[in-house]
C-alpha cells in the first residue's frame, strides 16, 4: 500500500479550508496515514514538514516499527499529555488556525484544547480523513479480497452443519469464527450473526443458545479481516436442505433485489439509484414493508465506512470504493432472508470479492470443502 503518498491528498485538501495544520484523532484514521496501530495517539498533520505522532511510552517501539514499515516519515513526541504537548507545538509554529476531526473528537477536548490555547482557532474539519480513505489502493483491495475468500471457505467448512441442525446458533458462529482463524484471519470484521428461525427476522440479532433446527431459515453475517481490512457477506441458507414453497418465493425475491443491486452499482451512478434498485424489485413481490434497513456501505479499515447506500443517500459513486449490496425482509410469520455481497466499484460496472453461492441449499454447486 502506498501509505506514503496519503499524507500530500490531505495536505491539499486541508489547503482548501482556512486551517494551517490538522488533528487526527480517529485511531482509524491515524493508523490509514502513518501506520501506527496503536489505541493512544494523536497525528499532527502540517502544511509543512512530516506530520508528528503524539503518543505514550507503552507504544513508543510499536509505533516506531510500524511508521517505518509503512515507509512513512514522522517525529514522534512520547508523552502522557498527548493534548498538552499539541498545544504547546501549535504554540511554538505559530499556528493561528487548526482543524480538528469534529465527527470524533469528544466536546470535553476540543473545549480543553480551546482554554489551553486561547489564541488558536479551532476548526471543525469533520469526516475530511473519512472521505479520503473511501477509494481503495490495490493494496488495500488486495487485502480486501484475502479476507472475503478466508470467510468464503470459512462457511464452505459447515455444509454438515446447515444439512443435520442440531447446533445452537452460538456454538455454529465459534465454529465459523474458529475457521475463519485457521484459514489465516487475524480478526473478526465484526460480532458474527447467526439468526434462526424466528430470531432470522432480526436484521441484527445476536446469536443465542436456540438449536438450528430442520426447516429453519438461518441468516449468517459475518467477516474476516486481514491486516485492518474487513470483509463482509451473508447468506441464508435452509436448515435441513428441504425448503417449503413460501421460504423459497421469499428467498427468491431478495435474491432478485440483490441481483438488482448488484447490476446498478458502477462508478459515476447516484448513491441512491442502487437502493431504489433493490427496492423496486421487493415492491414488486409485496414486501416494500419488509425491507427496513439500507441497502449497503462501504468497507474497508471499517466495517462501515462512508457512502451509506440508502434511500437518503446523496452523491455521485467513484471508483475503486469496496461496498456491500444487502437487501433483506423480514416478516415475523415467515421468517428473515438477507444476501450479502461486498463489490469493488469500476468504471463499467463492478466486482464482487464474496464469491460463497447463493441459493437456501448451495451445497451442490460448492466446489469448497
Known sequence: MDVSGRRQRLIEEIQSTTAEALVVSKPVNVRWLCGFTGSSGSLLVLLNGPMVLFTDGRSEEQAQLETSAAGVEVEMVISRTNDADIVDRLRSLGTKVCGIESHHLTLDRANGLAAAAPLVAFEPIGPMVDRLRQP?????????????AIADQALGRHE???TSGGITEQAFARSLEASMFDLGADALSFDTIVASGPNSTRPHARPTDRVLTPGDLVVIDFGAAIDGYGSDMTRTLAVGADPTNDQQALYAAVAESQAAGVAAVRAGVEQVEIDTACRDVLARHGLAEAFIHG????????????PILSARSVGILPADLVV????????????????????????????????FPKGLVPWLSLPMT
Not at 481503495?136 to 472475503?148: F, S, T, W
Not at 441497502?295 to 462512508?306: D, P, R, S
Not at 449490496?325 to 464474496?354: K, L
Open 160 to 162: 454438515a452443519v446447515i
Open 136 to 148: 481503495k489502493d490495490a493494496g488495500e483491495i488486495a487485502r480486501l479480497r484475502q479476507a472475503a
Open 324 to 355: 456491500t449490496v444487502e437487501p433483506g425482509a423480514y416478516i415475523p410469520e415467515r421468517g428473515g432472508v438477507r444476501v450479502e455481497d461486498s463489490v469493488v466499484v469500476t468504471s463499467d460496472g463492478c466486482d464482487p470479492i464474496t464469491h
Open 295 to 306: 441497502t449497503g456501505h462501504g468497507i474497508g479499515l471499517e466495517i462501515h465506512e462512508q
